[in-house]
């Protein structure tokens, strides 16, 4: 497994290439009698793999593309070395999420090399976008392929690093959704000196983000944090000292819970403009809907094997981003999201215990030795 991971991390699969990670992984799956399909759409690299004839459809669902390493020099060891330094493993996407496929591709070794019936049909689906922007070249066009020809997945394990603390003490049954934006203000462009010749549209920006970021949209629930605001662009000013700009561009997002949607959102974020007397242009981008596992069957199975392996149960939760588990959510699948520690995730030297991920090769060899039980 550690062998495996390292070869992988080694390869620069900066979003949306995969770069070869999954030459390594069809070589290790088709030892196994996987049927594997390499789907590609629009240069994005997929793969799908699938062993067994009938009964219910279980997918671990991942991805090998990372986040670029940041500035290299200050990297405790070279991002892409995966170097071992006692019981850490360093190197970028070693937890977010190289570590959970190797993880999952050795508890499937153990489990099919150990079970004499298979009483489900196990796949493997990963991408190399996950980290990336693009809308039709991934995860959720596969899923719609699948749902027309009605391969449905019954149970989705996902490996999201979504641990806390410790391997396994958090889980995720659900996701907020996520709606981005992009206002632009238009005022009046002119000489600074003239304030009554002008309208200022950074000024105007200044009161319409007071006012949403004291805003509460929704107050959440027993799952879901509440609905959350974000800017992370604001773009304005012609470059001169002297000179009021004539627009302001600003880029924002929406993390909602259950308790808000789509509709309700984009209304009360109009009402705000129109309430400040503003003249403006919008364009809306929905990201994911939120989705949540209400069922307990898959639930019970993830943390009776987390209890039997680590000692403890996780904690089920909707918290972080999106992941491509909002795709699979079209099918009404019963999804969990569980995988390594989260602290160091998309930072310099991102890193891994190897004794967890050995616990979390564990837990998910645990995981199908249950759900062919209870097939």
């Given at each position: 497994?550690i062998?495996?991971l ?20 069809e ?95 196990l796949?493997?689906?990963?991408t ?5 922007t ?37 889980a995720r ?6 709606l981005?934006?992009?206002?632009k ?17 950074i ?22 944090d ?5 800017i992370?662009n ?5 470059g ?49 809907l ?5 069922n307990n069957?898959?639930k019970?199975i ?13 904690e ?53 030795i ?6």
């Amino acid at each position: 497994m550690i062998e495996l991971l390292q070869s992988l991390i080694k390869i620069k699969s900066l979003s949306p290439k995969d770069m070869g990670c999954f030459d390594l992984i069809e070589k290790e799956l088709s030892e196994l009698n996987f049927n594997i399909k390499r789907i590609n759409y629009q240069n994005v690299e997929n793969l799908y793999a699938s062993v067994g004839s009938s009964g219910k459809l279980f997918c671990f669902l991942g991805h090998t593309d990372v986040v670029p390493s940041g500035p290299e020099e200050k990297w405790k060891h070279p991002p892409f070395s995966a170097t071992i330094e006692d019981d850490l493993l360093y190197g970028r996407g070693v937890a977010d999420m190289k570590g959970s496929v190797a993880a999952f591709i050795e508890a499937s070794k153990d489990f099919l090399s150990s079970s004499e019936d298979l009483n489900f049909r196990l796949a493997i689906l990963l991408t190399s976008n996950e980290e990336g922007t693009s809308k039709d070249g991934f995860i959720d066009k596969i899923i719609e392929n699948m749902i027309q020809e009605n391969e449905i997945i019954d149970y989705c394990l996902v490996g999201e690093p979504t641990a806390s603390e410790k391997v396994a003490d958090c889980a995720r049954i659900g996701r907020r959704g996520s709606l981005g934006g992009h206002l632009k203000l238009f005022g009046k462009q002119g000489h600074i000196a003239y304030p009554e010749k002008v309208i200022n549209p950074i000024l105007k920006s200044g009161e319409l983000i007071s006012k949403l970021n004291n805003k509460i949209w929704d107050d959440g629930n027993d799952y879901f944090d509440p609905t959350s605001f974000q800017i992370s662009n604001i773009n304005s000013g012609t470059g001169a000292h002297n000179v009021v700009p004539g627009e302001l561009e600003l880029t924002f997002n929406f993390r909602f819970s259950p308790e808000s949607t789509e509709e309700s959102l984009k209304s009360k974020f109009e009402a705000l403009l129109k309430e400040l007397n503003i003249n403006y242009s919008l364009t809306w981008d929905l990201n994911g809907l939120p989705y949540y596992t209400q069922n307990n069957f898959f639930k019970n199975i993830v943390s009776n094997s987390v209890q039997e392996v680590a000692g403890y149960t996780p904690e089920f939760n909707a918290k972080g981003g999106t992941s491509d588990g909002r795709f699979v959510a079209k099918m009404n699948t019963e999804i969990i999201e569980l995988g390594p520690v989260n602290k160091s995730i998309h930072q310099i030297d991102e890193h891994v215990k190897i004794s967890e991920l050995f616990t979390l090769k564990e837990i998910y060899t645990k995981i199908l030795i249950k759900v062919n039980q209870a097939s």
